[in-house]
C-alpha cells in the first residue's frame, strides 16, 4: 500500500504517512463523512455533537457551566447558532419556493384576493364611472405593491436568514431578561438565547419539512413548540415548579406582546415614513 499524495510505501493499517503526514483514506465519501469533515474543520465535531446532545436532554447544565466559566467543555454560543443558522439556510433555500407557499397557506384567502385584484382587467370592465375606476386602478395598485412587498420580505428572509438570526438574538435576550429577571444580567441573557435559539432552528427545520411532505397547518405549531423548549430551558435552569412555570409563562406573553406591540410602531412608523418618500419620488403609486 502506498500514500496517494506522495506515493511513499505505507506499513499495513497505516493511519498516517510518515513521509508528508497524511490521512490514510480508506472509506468512501459519504454525506455523514462530508458533515463530520465540515464540523471538524471549525473543531465543531465532538465537542458540538455533545453541546447538541445535552441542549436537548440536559440545557441548564450547559448554559449554566459556560456562565460559570467552564466554556472548553461546550461550543461557543455564538458559533453553536451559527451552525444552526446556517443549516436553516441552507434547507430554506433549497426549498425556497415550497418555503413560501407554506408561509402564504395561512392567509390563503387573503393572498388569492390580491392576486385577484392584481390581476384584474380593469379596460374589459364595462358601466363603471369614473371615480369608480379610479378606485379600482388604485386598489389594484396597492394589491400589486403588498404582494410585491411580501415576495420581497420571503426572498431576503430565506436569503439572509443566518444574519436575521443573529439580529433578533438582543430581543430574544431582553424578552427573558424581563421575564426571569434575576440572577442573570442582560449578556448573559444573550449567552442563554444564542444556544436556545441555536436549538430551535433545528426545530423549525422539522417542523418545516412536515409542514411541506404533511400540510401547512402544521408549521404554525413550530412556535408553539419554541415556547415550550423555551421555558423547558430556563425552568431547568432556574428550577421552576409548576405554578412558577405558570407565572412566568404569564410574564413572558405579557413581554412578548408589549415588544411586538412596540416594535409594530416603530416599524409602522417607518414604513409611513418610506411610503411618503415614495409616494413623492412616485406620485402615480398614491394616485
Do not use: W
Amino acid at each position: 500500500m502506498t500514500c496517494k499524495n506522495c506515493e511513499h510505501v505505507l506499513e499495513e493499517g497505516a493511519s498516517f504517512c510518515e513521509k508528508c503526514g497524511a490521512k490514510v483514506v480508506k472509506n468512501r465519501i459519504t454525506f455523514k463523512l462530508l458533515m463530520q469533515e465540515l464540523f471538524a474543520s471549525f473543531g465543531l465535531d465532538s465537542l458540538y455533537a455533545s453541546t447538541f446532545k445535552k441542549m436537548f436532554t440536559k440545557p441548564q447544565e450547559v448554559l449554566q457551566d459556560y456562565l460559570d466559566g467552564a466554556r472548553k467543555k461546550y461550543v461557543n454560543p455564538f458559533a453553536y447558532l451559527a451552525v444552526g443558522a446556517a443549516l436553516s439556510l441552507i434547507v430554506f433555500n433549497f426549498f425556497s419556493k415550497e418555503f413560501i407557499e407554506v408561509n402564504n397557506s395561512f392567509n390563503l384567502s387573503r393572498t388569492e384576493e390580491l392576486k385577484k385584484k392584481a390581476n384584474m382587467d380593469i379596460s374589459k370592465l364595462s358601466g363603471l364611472s369614473k371615480k369608480k375606476v379610479t378606485k379600482l386602478k388604485r386598489e389594484q395598485k396597492q394589491a400589486q405593491l403588498t404582494l410585491q412587498m411580501g415576495d420581497t420580505y420571503f426572498d431576503y428572509f430565506v436569503r439572509y436568514f443566518n444574519i436575521i438570526s443573529f439580529l433578533f438574538i438582543p430581543f430574544y435576550a431582553l424578552i427573558s431578561n424581563l421575564t426571569f429577571r434575576k440572577p442573570n444580567n442582560y449578556g448573559e441573557h444573550i449567552i442563554m438565547n444564542s444556544y436556545i435559539q441555536g436549538t430551535t432552528m433545528y426545530i423549525s427545520i422539522i417542523f418545516f419539512l412536515m409542514a411541506m411532505l404533511i400540510t401547512p397547518k402544521l408549521y404554525p405549531f413550530s412556535t408553539l413548540a419554541f415556547i415550550i423548549y423555551y421555558l423547558y430551558a430556563f425552568g431547568k435552569l432556574y428550577e421552576l415548579n409548576t405554578k412558577q412555570y405558570i407565572l412566568k409563562l404569564l410574564r413572558f406573553c405579557l413581554v412578548s406582546i408589549l415588544l411586538i406591540v412596540v416594535m409594530a410602531l416603530v416599524i409602522g412608523i417607518i414604513s409611513i415614513a418610506i411610503g411618503i418618500v415614495l409616494g413623492y419620488k412616485n406620485p402615480k403609486v398614491l394616485v
